[in-house]
């Protein structure tokens, strides 16, 4: 999976993932990267339209998406 975050960083990918949240409930997002650290991601969530940070290890599946999205400044 790291493979396709780092992709999605360099060619300014949307991917929708599968997240678990802190309470245990599964949440769907679609997201662009805007920087990769050891254990979490910094994204811009399309889904909520709002900066948010991503555990890693709680992205349980992504997947790049055919829609355009162009990364919001």
């Known amino acids: 999976m790291n493979r396709q975050l780092e992709k999605a960083l360099l060619e300014?990918?949307?991917?929708?993932?599968?997240?678990?949240?802190?309470?245990k409930t599964f949440s769907k997002r679609t997201i662009l990267i805007n920087d990769i650290q050891a254990n979490y991601i910094k994204a811009y969530c399309l889904t909520k339209r709002q900066p948010r940070?991503?555990?890693i290890e709680s992205i349980l599946?992504?997947?790049?998406?055919?829609k355009n999205y162009k990364m919001y400044a």
């Open 12 to 23: 300014n990918l949307a991917l929708e993932i599968i997240y678990e949240k802190n309470d």
């Open 53 to 55: 940070i991503f555990k």
């Open 61 to 66: 599946a992504a997947s790049f998406v055919t």
